[in-house]
């Protein structure tokens, strides 16, 4: 492993959504993609960095569309936590075919499939150079992937979260329904949370914002991505600070 000269961010906690393992099929896991977005991280440890990930599971089962169905809130959850285990040790085997040590660590115990989440044991592995998947969102139903992301961020004492979408930052509205959406370069916290700019729920943005960790928006369809974010070089939107 090289160093991490030329890194903007050392350590950087990437939040993947379960519907960018899906690729272009209507459910499941695109293993094409889980591949390609494992090149992406392969390339970014060997140039030094250091990664965490965050995996949703809006592909297999998501809690509030469960809800909606009628499901009990907290069980509806729950089954989207365990979808997101079955990304995560996805992600996992295709960083492994490529040589990169990847570890699942998972909010709710589950000895026989990956390890629990245990904060220094995390910690260690990242500074070894691993690849930390964290599954299970926070274990708690009521709870985001995204919020998850955020506090696994601040407890893995990263330099910023990464939020891997499918456009190529944030939005004043969905721009592939609206032509006239306005695209934002950088905005504050607050701004995020006064526009209502569905980029992360209102926790996610208030947890971030009261520790002073950065959120960085790219798109997660072009090859390199991660790379040029960790460079400062990607075209994304960056949320930080209060004015």
């Not at 690729?23 to 390609?36: H, K, N």
């Not at 009990?72 to 040590?101: F, I, K, P």
């Not at 695209?183 to 916290?189: P, S, V």
């Not at 960790?230 to 994304?236: D, M, P, S, V």
């Amino acid at each position: 492993m090289r160093g991490a000269q030329g890194l903007k961010y050392k350590r950087l906690l990437v939040k993947l959504s379960g519907e960018a393992l899906m690729g272009a099929q209507p459910y499941g896991i695109d293993m094409g993609v889980a591949d390609r977005l494992s090149n992406d991280i392969a390339a970014a440890v060997a140039e030094g960095a250091e990664i965490a990930i965050v995996v949703g599971g809006g592909n297999i089962f998501r809690g509030l569309s469960g809800a909606a169905k009628g499901m009990d809130r907290a069980t509806a959850d729950y089954m989207g936590m365990l979808a997101t285990v079955m990304n995560a040790l996805a992600l996992q085997n295709s960083l492994d075919h490529r040589g990169v040590q990847a570890r699942v660590l998972s909010a709710i115990p589950m000895p026989t499939v990956c390890e629990s989440y245990v904060r220094p044991k995390a910690l260690s592995y990242l500074g070894r150079g691993n690849v930390v998947i964290f599954a299970a969102g926070t274990g708690n139903p009521f709870f985001t992937t995204d919020t998850a992301a955020v506090l696994r961020g601040i407890e893995m004492n990263c330099n910023a979260v990464l939020k891997a979408t499918q456009v190529d930052g944030v939005y004043s509205a969905d721009p592939k329904k609206h032509k006239d959406a306005v695209r934002y370069d950088q905005l504050t916290y607050s701004e995020v949370l006064a526009k209502d700019l569905k980029v992360m729920d209102g926790a996610a943005i208030a947890l971030a914002r009261d520790n002073g960790l950065p959120l960085i928006v790219v798109s997660i369809d072009e090859p390199g991505n991660l790379l040029k974010a960790l460079r400062g070089e990607a075209r994304q939107t960056l949320i930080e600070g209060t004015g």
